[in-house]
């Protein structure tokens, strides 16, 4: 929603500072007061150009801001302009371009009045329209499309692929075949260098492991070793064991030592037999490791790397020398996967179509409602080149209007007015509900030629319509007026010889004033009773 809204040397506005709620909002004036200023500064925020001959009469710059919230994230944009030209745009305190206004808000914000970011007027956004509406009802298809179109991707892509790799220049082949040659005739092994590396230097250093474990042995278990030395010290502790029960402790510690040191002693001995001092072998592993090093340093830089390229390259040069074969499958996949997304395309279009009558026969009741009984919509599929097929589907969709049944409905930018083009989309977010994705609407001239029952109609749609959107709306009818959950009154008035427009909340018995004014062009005590009985009914409505 758009909470907050500061206009300051906008035309005639100098200061104005407007808080919305999140319902249904009205701003009411008289003709010329300068109602849709609202409109242009809600234009800039969305991105629109600015002019300088907007700015106030002795301003040197105007400036806009607003505070946003769309699901629960807070946006506050802000534009100026001066008279030299300038213009900056800030959002959420940083400078951006005009652009990024327009791709943060403009698609949450629809206003209605002028041909300005009206997606009902453009093509691109029909077919979001019509799905939105559909809902449930072309979902599986809708996802069954995207789901054959990914297969198709695929299958197109692995076919294009090896088909330029078919083709590749012999010379590039061939050098792949010699690599992958020399890396065959190594045939490195996963993790055989570290392998290597942690192995060497035990080999290496073979005859000094040997000589350490035959002198721990000895150390361990000769005479006048440790062990003999500990077996002494334990012959002299039981002499006098039976006498002093104390020693206990200390005996089996010797016990546990002398344990420890015949086991270390016979274990330095098994070692020193088992070490192999083999020149010819550690010539050999030190020759390999140097050739798994070369391997790496040429097409790693790890041997895990030089493994992979072995692998890409083997599947390449096989698929390479047995392409055919592979070509003809990729094409028969290739083939069943264009079938299946062109049978999903179809099955898409019907369910359009379906949704398509539906549509154009609850919008035409919704406008007769609206005092636009002869007017009709259509929907128009153009069957798009298979090459031009979106993710979204097959068709281009585009609505079509007429404002009366003799007549062909043509596109609606270029045959319906402002105030036609505000009701066909009042009646359009009606009928959307809770699906629309537009969360602030604004409307401007859709009172525009109606008054009576369809005045009535229009404000009941549009009080039901702030039920699931903030709606902002620029009226001349009272029957209008009386719905709103927050209603400003839009006055010119003269200061120091010039003219200031002023907008301002009305409450109470000033909002009782301003709806008879709106009701009889004055206010009477007639006009305020019959206000305050609009008020009393929209209230219980």
Same mark, same amino acid.
């Given at each position: 929603?758009?909470?907050?809204?500061?206009?300051?040397?906008?035309?005639?506005?100098?200061?104005?500072?407007?808080?919305?709620?999140?319902?249904?909002?009205?701003?009411?004036?008289? %003709?010329?007061?300068?109602?849709?200023?609202?409109?242009? #500064?809600? !234009?800039?925020?969305?991105?629109?150009?600015?002019?300088?001959?907007?700015?106030?009469?002795?301003?040197?710059?105007?400036?806009?801001?607003?505070?946003?919230?769309?699901?629960?994230?807070?946006?506050?944009?802000?534009?100026?302009?001066?008279?030299?030209?300038?213009?900056?745009?800030?959002?959420?305190?940083?400078?951006?371009?005009?652009?990024?206004?327009?791709?943060?808000?403009?698609?949450?914000?629809?206003?209605?009045?002028?041909?300005?970011?009206?997606?009902?007027?453009?093509?691109?956004?029909?077919?979001?329209?019509?799905?939105?509406? &559909?809902?449930?009802?072309?979902?599986?298809?809708?996802? &069954?499309?995207?789901?054959?179109?990914?297969?198709?991707?695929?299958?197109? =892509?692995?076919?294009?692929?090896?088909?330029?790799?078919? &083709?590749?220049?012999?010379?590039?082949?061939?050098?792949?075949?010699?690599?992958?040659?020399?890396?065959?005739?190594?045939?490195?092994?996963?993790?055989?260098?570290?392998?290597?590396? $942690?192995?060497?230097?035990?080999?290496?250093?073979?005859?000094?492991?040997?000589?350490?474990?035959?002198?721990?042995?000895?150390?361990?278990?000769?005479?006048?070793?440790?062990?003999?030395?500990?077996?002494?010290?334990?012959?002299?502790?039981?002499?006098?064991? %039976?006498?002093?029960?104390?020693?206990?402790?200390?005996?089996?510690?010797?016990?546990?030592?002398?344990?420890? #040191?015949?086991?270390?002693?016979?274990?330095?001995?098994?070692?020193?037999?088992?070490?192999?001092?083999?020149?010819?072998?550690?010539?050999?592993?030190?020759?390999?490791?140097?050739?798994?090093?070369?391997?790496?340093?040429?097409?790693?830089?790890?041997?895990?790397?030089?493994?992979? !390229?072995?692998?890409?390259?083997?599947?390449?040069?096989?698929?390479?020398?047995?392409?055919?074969?592979?070509?003809?499958?990729?094409?028969?996949?290739?083939?069943?996967?264009?079938?299946?997304?062109?049978?999903?395309? #179809? !099955?898409?279009?019907?369910?359009?179509?379906?949704?398509?009558?539906?549509?154009?026969?609850?919008?035409?009741? $919704?406008?007769?409602?609206?005092?636009?009984?002869?007017?009709?919509?259509?929907?128009?599929?153009?069957?798009?080149?298979?090459?031009?097929?979106?993710?979204?589907?097959?068709?281009?969709?585009?609505?079509?209007?007429?404002?009366?049944?003799?007549?062909?409905?043509?596109?609606?930018?270029?045959?319906?007015?402002?105030?036609?083009?505000?009701?066909?989309?009042?009646?359009?977010?009606?009928?959307?509900?809770?699906?629309?994705?537009?969360?602030?609407?604004?409307?401007?001239?859709?009172? &525009?030629?109606?008054?009576?029952?369809?005045?009535?109609?229009?404000?009941?749609?549009?009080?039901?319509?702030?039920?699931?959107?903030?709606?902002?709306?620029? %009226?001349?009818?009272?029957?209008?007026?009386?719905?709103?959950?927050?209603?400003?009154?839009?006055?010119?008035?003269?200061?120091?010889?010039?003219?200031?427009?002023?907008?301002?909340?009305?409450?109470?018995?000033?909002?009782?004033?301003?709806?008879? =004014?709106?009701?009889?062009?004055?206010?009477?005590?007639?006009?305020?009773?019959?206000?305050?009985?609009?008020?009393?009914?929209?209230?219980?409505?």
């Amino acid at each position: 929603m758009l909470e907050e809204l500061h206009i300051q040397n906008l035309a005639l506005v100098e200061d104005a500072w407007l808080e919305f709620s999140p319902g249904l909002n009205v701003l009411t004036g008289e %003709t010329g007061a300068g109602k849709t200023v609202l409109m242009s #500064a809600i !234009k800039l925020l969305l991105g629109q150009r600015g002019d300088v001959q907007t700015i106030s009469p002795d301003a040197e710059e105007m400036k806009v801001e607003g505070r946003f919230y769309f699901n629960d994230d807070e946006y506050i944009a802000s534009r100026t302009l001066t008279n030299a030209g300038r213009n900056k745009c800030m959002l959420n305190g940083e400078m951006v371009p005009v652009k990024s206004l327009s791709d943060v808000l403009a698609l949450r914000v629809d206003l209605h009045g002028q041909h300005d970011h009206q997606t009902l007027l453009k093509p691109a956004f029909h077919r979001g329209i019509l799905d939105a509406y &559909a809902g449930e009802d072309i979902a599986g298809e809708l996802s &069954a499309y995207k789901e054959a179109r990914h297969i198709f991707e695929q299958a197109s =892509r692995a076919l294009t692929e090896l088909q330029e790799q078919a &083709a590749q220049d012999s010379r590039a082949l061939e050098a792949n075949r010699l690599i992958l040659q020399e890396i065959e005739r190594v045939n490195p092994l996963p993790d055989e260098d570290e392998q290597l590396r $942690s192995a060497l230097p035990a080999l290496a250093h073979s005859e000094e492991i040997a000589q350490a474990s035959d002198e721990v042995w000895a150390l361990m278990t000769g005479e006048g070793a440790v062990g003999d030395q500990l077996s002494r010290a334990l012959t002299s502790l039981e002499r006098v064991l %039976t006498y002093d029960a104390s020693f206990e402790a200390t005996h089996q510690q010797l016990s546990s030592l002398l344990i420890e #040191a015949q086991e270390i002693g016979a274990s330095m001995r098994d070692y020193a037999q088992t070490v192999d001092h083999d020149p010819r072998r550690l010539d050999e592993m030190q020759n390999r490791l140097k050739e798994l090093e070369s391997l790496s340093k040429r097409f790693g830089p790890s041997l895990d790397e030089v493994l992979k !390229k072995k692998e890409q390259l083997s599947e390449l040069i096989d698929a390479v020398d047995n392409s055919e074969l592979y070509l003809n499958q990729l094409r028969k996949n290739c083939q069943n996967a264009r079938q299946d997304f062109e049978a999903a395309a #179809a !099955k898409l279009h019907v369910k359009r179509a379906q949704a398509a009558r539906r549509f154009c026969d609850e919008l035409r009741d $919704s406008l007769r409602d609206l005092a636009l009984e002869n007017a009709r919509i259509e929907v128009e599929f153009y069957e798009l080149p298979f090459e031009q097929w979106t993710l979204e589907g097959s068709e281009k969709i585009e609505f079509l209007y007429s404002p009366v049944a003799s007549a062909p409905c043509r596109p609606l930018a270029k045959i319906a007015s402002g105030g036609e083009i505000s009701r066909v989309m009042l009646a359009l977010k009606t009928i959307l509900g809770k699906s629309d994705a537009v969360s602030i609407l604004v409307f401007d001239e859709i009172d &525009a030629g109606i008054g009576g029952s369809t005045a009535q109609s229009v404000a009941r749609r549009l009080k039901e319509l702030s039920r699931n959107h903030q709606v902002l709306v620029i %009226t001349h009818l009272a029957q209008v007026a009386v719905y709103a959950d927050k209603h400003y009154v839009v006055e010119k008035c003269e200061e120091s010889s010039r003219a200031v427009t002023t907008v301002s909340e009305v409450r109470g018995e000033t909002r009782i004033k301003e709806i008879a =004014r709106l009701l009889s062009g004055e206010v009477s005590d007639l006009a305020c009773a019959h206000a305050r009985e609009l008020l009393e009914s929209a209230a219980i409505s």
